[in-house]
Nanobody, 129 residues
Framework: QVQLVESGGGLVQAGGSLRLSCAAS????????MGWFRQAPGKEREFVAA????????YYADFVKGRFTISRDNAKNTVYLQMNSLKPEDTAVYYC??????????????????????WGQGTQVTVSS
């Protein structure tokens, strides 16, 4: 069982920055790929970024490339999402998610919600214009 708790959301002006954190419980964090997704009102949940279990591979949605950075600290059981140059369209609830321990083929499934089996409660990010 894994519990995920996001923090770091809030209200920020366009062009500003926020750093989201996701703290995981349990002893399997370091063997799990992790992802960040977001969901705006009236829209489906969408992929934002993902990182392989050891941090050596990262993937991003096109709309955040060059602005967001995903990272992890396995010693702290935490994954981060640094968000810079925020835009009003980035407004959403941001969720972190954990993939099954040891799941292979990360580069083929990282963007699909169905491949993640644990989810946090989400943290609201609001970007004002």
């Amino acid at each position: 069982q894994v519990q995920l708790v996001e923090s770091g959301g809030g209200l920020v002006q366009a062009g500003g920055s926020l750093r989201l954190s996701c703290a995981a419980s349990g002893r399997t964090f370091s063997s799990r790929a992790m992802g960040w997704f977001r969901q705006a009102p009236g829209k489906e949940r969408e992929f934002v970024a993902a990182i392989r279990w050891n941090g050596d591979s990262t993937y991003y949605a096109d709309f955040v490339k060059g602005r967001f950075t995903i990272s992890r600290d396995n010693a702290k059981n935490t994954v981060y999402l640094q968000m810079n140059s925020l835009k009003p369209e980035d407004t959403a609830v941001y969720y972190c998610a954990a993939a099954p321990s040891g799941l292979s083929g990360f580069n083929s499934w990282y963007g699909r919600t169905i491949n993640y089996d644990y989810w946090g409660q989400g943290t609201q990010v609001t970007v004002s214009s």
